[in-house]
């Protein structure tokens, strides 16, 4: 059974910095695409930034320049790397893996930036 697993979110003052964990746990399972999403209060779960096997990378408007996604295969997880932290990133971050038309969910990491 897959599962991934996040860590480093947590409460961090507007201009900090944050880095995320998520590994992939429980099996053979080397996913083509991670990808990190979140869903603030009220609001729907929105794209954040996703990296291939072999390491390209797109990023959501709202974070380019701040955030960076990066993996390691060999340990199957993904970081995302965010700096210049904002008032508007406080989210439930989520962390996603897909591959051989299978597709998991991270359970979220809050992330709150006080201002």
């Known amino acids: 059974q897959v599962q991934l697993v996040e860590s480093g979110g947590g409460l961090v003052q507007a201009g900090g910095s944050l880095r995320l964990s998520c590994a992939v746990s429980?099996?053979?399972?080397?996913?083509?695409?991670m990808a990190w999403h979140r869903q603030a209060p009220g609001k729907q779960r929105e794209f954040v930034a996703v990296i291939t096997s072999g390491g390209s990378t797109n990023y959501a408007d709202s974070v380019k320049g701040r955030f960076t996604i990066s993996r390691d295969n060999a340990k199957n997880t993904v970081y995302l790397q965010m700096n210049n932290l904002k008032s508007e990133d406080t989210a439930v971050y989520y962390c996603y893996a897909s591959g051989r038309g299978d597709n998991y969910w991270g359970q979220g990491t809050q992330v709150t930036v006080s201002s």
């Open positions: 429980g099996s053979a399972f080397s996913p083509n695409y």
